[in-house]
């Protein structure tokens, strides 16, 4: 099979969320020529997309001190305040300007034509825009629907990164061994051709989202299966802060509803947790009542469970609030109702799922990686900002500043040289022998990676649970590497094989970690 399609570009941006876009657009609108690859067919289909509550902005009675020391609290004391300070200064003005006057974005908006700030967990102020319960979408659209009026930007879907492609590593010539250790690209797999095309860059920036697909329950897309963090790490890029996963309190219990998102801004507008029983509890948990930071509420949630022998607890709006719950949550009612759950009548049964990786691929404040060249921004990014536990709604904010960043510092840096002779870069080689894929062992595997993640690495762990989760995952990885060797190459092996590796490293920082903070509680 040949493999010698190549593509160039100054920049190559891996993932299409709201960072991966935003940066494409900012460096295009600075004379930058962009290639945008996603692994799905949809150029849509992203963590983005089906997020619900909103981004930060910044209400009425606000200021960034205030959002400030509402991230610090969030995130348990370890948030980066560079990283804060950044977000709460830059952000808004970022929202404003690009998101709504360049890109188009509808937020929603009151009686008086006003933008409406919406509330969540730890938040001090109102200060949340939203486009109904469906923001994410919002942004999603407008951000590709904005890409055609680029000549320089090409957006390719369906092809899935295989590996960054770095030199030493990838290169032929000996004396390679001497230059710094940098980015040049990425090896793709077109899923439709089953070849691997090389695509050379100046820049690379992983904007490759979550890892939720690698536990049993999540709020993420089959898409988040832990890609970036996995590349970013085969390339030799620093990790951090990988023990802080993030387990959203409220997703709909229903064997069918594959973790469901019920947003916090129920919470905000009221809607309170209560046992099966109908008793409320959080107050007895915390001064901040429902409203406390995530990670305290999922604890709250689960010791509840299982003090009562439950497998769910409510999450109850119908009794607490005036607003038109159909007209704000228009989604979220209606997939609520799919269920025969009226949530203007009844409440909800929710239970915490995994949502998000606070820690990532380690970042500066212009989302430079620890490799030269390679850059970060988005969920698979570590810039600090969410320390141990992030605070609601600030991951679409994070995501646009450090993908406007990014292209910025490119794009003041760029000096056009090519720091490889592409020559020395060989086409992808396949195996001599191939393997075809037996779909039941990918499955099981998923299976093992999930539950394992699930039961030994979850909301509440310990030191035996985290060694032995270790071992698991760390058999299991050995196999896989060995079978990816030899296997048909395509989408699904792919993720497999980056989706166990994630593991391992969210595993082993777990068990390296023995202080609770956070997202991360060890007993
Ligand atoms: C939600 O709507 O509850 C999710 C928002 C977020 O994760 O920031």
Redesign the pocket.
């Given at each position: 099979m040949k493999n010698d399609e190549k593509h160039y570009c100054d920049i190559l941006v891996i993932g299409s969320g709201i960072a991966g876009l935003s940066c494409a657009i900012s460096a295009a609108d600075l004379g930058l020529d962009v290639i945008i690859v996603t692994k799905d067919s949809s150029i849509e289909e992203s963590n983005t997309f089906y997020?619900?509550?909103?981004i930060v902005a910044r209400g009425r009675d606000d200021s960034p001190e205030l959002l400030i020391d509402d991230i610090m609290q969030a995130g348990d004391g370890i948030s980066n305040p560079d990283a804060a300070k950044i977000v709460a200064f830059e952000g808004p003005g970022m929202v404003e300007d690009f998101l709504i006057k360049k890109v188009g974005v509808s937020f929603s908006r009151n009686v008086d034509n006003e933008f409406e700030f919406a509330r969540?967990g730890s938040h001090s102020r109102r200060r949340i825009l939203h486009s109904m319960?469906m923001t994410g979408k919002a942004i999603e659209e407008a951000l590709v629907a904005k890409l055609p009026e680029y000549k320089n930007i090409r957006a390719y879907s369906g092809y899935t990164a295989v590996d960054l492609l770095t030199i030493p590593h990838h290169s032929k010539s000996p004396l390679a061994l001497y230059k710094e250790p940098q980015c040049i690209g990425a090896y793709v797999l077109n899923n439709r051709t089953e070849r691997v095309e090389r695509i050379f860059s100046s820049y690379t920036i992983l904007a490759t989202g979550g890892l939720g697909r690698i536990y049993l329950h999540t709020?993420n897309p089959t898409v988040a299966t832990g890609d970036g963090f996995a590349m970013a790490d085969r390339a030799g890029a620093r990790l951090i802060n990988m023990e802080y996963i993030?387990f959203?309190p409220?997703t709909l219990f229903h064997k069918d509803a594959d973790g469901f998102?019920?947003?916090?801004?129920l919470r905000g507008e009221g809607a309170k947790l209560k046992t099966k029983d109908g008793i409320p509890f959080m107050d007895k948990y915390s001064p901040l009542g429902d409203l406390a930071p995530r990670d305290e509420v999922s604890r709250a949630m689960y010791e509840e469970m299982i003090k009562r022998g439950d497998n769910y607890v409510y999450l109850d709006i119908a009794s607490y609030t005036e607003i038109n719950v159909k007209k704000r949550f228009p989604m979220i009612y209606q997939r609520c109702l799919a269920h025969d759950i009226d949530i203007q009548k009844v409440p909800i049964p929710v239970v915490p799922a995994a949502?998000?990786s606070c820690g990532g691929v380690q970042v500066d404040l212009w989302g430079k990686t620890s490799l030269k060249c390679l850059y970060a921004a988005g969920e698979v990014a570590a810039t600090g900002l969410h320390g141990a536990n992030?605070l609601?709604?600030?991951?679409?904010l994070e995501g646009l500043v450090w993908g406007i960043r990014s292209a910025k510092d490119i794009a003041g840096t760029f000096d056009g040289n090519k720091p490889y002779k592409e020559s020395e870069i060989p086409p992808w080689q396949f195996p001599e022998r191939i393997e075809e894929v037996d779909p039941a062992l990918i499955q099981q595997d998923w299976v093992s990676i999930k539950s394992t993640m699930w039961n030994y690495v979850g909301i509440i762990r310990t030191v035996r649970r985290l060694q032995r989760a270790r071992a698991d995952i760390g058999y299991l990885k050995n196999r896989v590497d060995d079978f990816y060797r030899r296997a048909h190459l395509s989408p699904m092996v792919i993720s497999l094989r980056n989706g166990v590796r994630t593991a391992r490293i969210v595993a082993e920082a777990s068990l390296k970690n023995r202080v609770s903070r956070g997202a991360h509680f060890i007993r």
């Amino acid at each position: 099979m040949k493999n010698d399609e190549k593509h160039y570009c100054d920049i190559l941006v891996i993932g299409s969320g709201i960072a991966g876009l935003s940066c494409a657009i900012s460096a295009a609108d600075l004379g930058l020529d962009v290639i945008i690859v996603t692994k799905d067919s949809s150029i849509e289909e992203s963590n983005t997309f089906y997020a619900q509550g909103g981004i930060v902005a910044r209400g009425r009675d606000d200021s960034p001190e205030l959002l400030i020391d509402d991230i610090m609290q969030a995130g348990d004391g370890i948030s980066n305040p560079d990283a804060a300070k950044i977000v709460a200064f830059e952000g808004p003005g970022m929202v404003e300007d690009f998101l709504i006057k360049k890109v188009g974005v509808s937020f929603s908006r009151n009686v008086d034509n006003e933008f409406e700030f919406a509330r969540e967990g730890s938040h001090s102020r109102r200060r949340i825009l939203h486009s109904m319960d469906m923001t994410g979408k919002a942004i999603e659209e407008a951000l590709v629907a904005k890409l055609p009026e680029y000549k320089n930007i090409r957006a390719y879907s369906g092809y899935t990164a295989v590996d960054l492609l770095t030199i030493p590593h990838h290169s032929k010539s000996p004396l390679a061994l001497y230059k710094e250790p940098q980015c040049i690209g990425a090896y793709v797999l077109n899923n439709r051709t089953e070849r691997v095309e090389r695509i050379f860059s100046s820049y690379t920036i992983l904007a490759t989202g979550g890892l939720g697909r690698i536990y049993l329950h999540t709020t993420n897309p089959t898409v988040a299966t832990g890609d970036g963090f996995a590349m970013a790490d085969r390339a030799g890029a620093r990790l951090i802060n990988m023990e802080y996963i993030q387990f959203h309190p409220t997703t709909l219990f229903h064997k069918d509803a594959d973790g469901f998102l019920i947003s916090e801004a129920l919470r905000g507008e009221g809607a309170k947790l209560k046992t099966k029983d109908g008793i409320p509890f959080m107050d007895k948990y915390s001064p901040l009542g429902d409203l406390a930071p995530r990670d305290e509420v999922s604890r709250a949630m689960y010791e509840e469970m299982i003090k009562r022998g439950d497998n769910y607890v409510y999450l109850d709006i119908a009794s607490y609030t005036e607003i038109n719950v159909k007209k704000r949550f228009p989604m979220i009612y209606q997939r609520c109702l799919a269920h025969d759950i009226d949530i203007q009548k009844v409440p909800i049964p929710v239970v915490p799922a995994a949502h998000y990786s606070c820690g990532g691929v380690q970042v500066d404040l212009w989302g430079k990686t620890s490799l030269k060249c390679l850059y970060a921004a988005g969920e698979v990014a570590a810039t600090g900002l969410h320390g141990a536990n992030r605070l609601a709604s600030t991951s679409l904010l994070e995501g646009l500043v450090w993908g406007i960043r990014s292209a910025k510092d490119i794009a003041g840096t760029f000096d056009g040289n090519k720091p490889y002779k592409e020559s020395e870069i060989p086409p992808w080689q396949f195996p001599e022998r191939i393997e075809e894929v037996d779909p039941a062992l990918i499955q099981q595997d998923w299976v093992s990676i999930k539950s394992t993640m699930w039961n030994y690495v979850g909301i509440i762990r310990t030191v035996r649970r985290l060694q032995r989760a270790r071992a698991d995952i760390g058999y299991l990885k050995n196999r896989v590497d060995d079978f990816y060797r030899r296997a048909h190459l395509s989408p699904m092996v792919i993720s497999l094989r980056n989706g166990v590796r994630t593991a391992r490293i969210v595993a082993e920082a777990s068990l390296k970690n023995r202080v609770s903070r956070g997202a991360h509680f060890i007993r």
